[in-house]
């Protein structure tokens, strides 16, 4: 079954901590990015990849960081330099070859930091 | 900018037809996409549009017109299943990349 995995589902951390949350996918897919979504608003671009070993910051990059050495892998750091990081992120992925350029998305991770 | 507006919310009765507005106002324009995301869990795809026109699929079918910056969501034979937020995104090409600028989204509530 292709597809893509986050985990864990639900984190929480204390304020000051770097967290990093996973993202792998087995679709082949070439491109892959990180979003956040707020209770209200829309998804917000954090990252996204193009290709390994090349990624470029979205809307609203401050405070996170990145790495792209596996196609399959993108995970994402929350640093303790992101003033609001409690909130749910998705992570997705989409292929050139596809006409649509559809995304598909992970199942979220939740996190949670007090 | 780049500016995606949709209703906040909408109540419909099962059975029924809903229709739910996009209007966008981006730099550049390569398509349009309806998500549907359920309460806590990852955004799914329901349809892509990229010429103006209807785009039919089963229950769903939705609208594009470039000119008027605007797109809807037609959703017919609601279901309590259909009760989720509808996510109205725009991809744009921007520093070399494409991307996808998504609205706030549109909770909708399916009543019996």
């Known amino acids: 079954d292709g597809g893509i995995t986050q985990s864990p589902k639900y984190l929480f951390r204390k304020e000051g901590q770097n967290v990093t949350l996973s993202c792998e996918q087995n679709?082949?897919?070439?491109?892959m990015y990180w979003y956040r979504q707020d209770p209200g608003q829309g998804l917000r671009l954090i990252y996204y990849?193009?290709?390994?070993?090349?990624?470029q910051k979205g809307d609203i990059a401050e405070g996170y960081s990145v790495s792209r050495e596996k196609k399959e892998s993108f995970p994402l750091t929350v640093t303790s330099a992101q003033k609001n990081p409690t909130a749910f992120y998705l992570c997705?992925?989409?292929?050139?070859?596809?006409?649509?350029?559809?995304?598909?998305f992970g199942p979220g991770t939740r996190l949670t930091v007090t | 900018g780049q500016n995606i507006d949709q209703p906040t919310e909408m109540t419909a009765t099962e059975g029924a037809i809903v229709q739910i507005n996009c209007t966008y106002q981006?730099?550049?324009?390569?398509?349009l996409f309806w998500y549907q995301q359920h309460a806590g869990e990852a955004p799914t795809f329901l349809s892509y549009n990229v010429l103006d026109g209807l785009e039919e699929k089963g229950r769903f079918s939705s609208f594009l017109s470039r000119s008027k910056g605007y797109s809807y969501l037609l959703l017919k034979e609601l279901q309590m299943k259909d009760s989720a937020s509808y996510l109205c995104a725009v991809r744009v090409f921007s520093g070399g990349y494409y991307k996808l600028i998504f609205g706030a989204g549109t909770r909708l509530a399916v009543h019996p």
């Open positions: 990849s193009q290709i390994v070993n090349d990624f």
């Open positions: 981006t730099s550049g324009f390569n398509g």
């Open positions: 679709l082949n897919h070439d491109a």
């Open positions: 997705a992925s989409s292929s050139p070859q596809d006409n649509s350029y559809e995304q598909y």
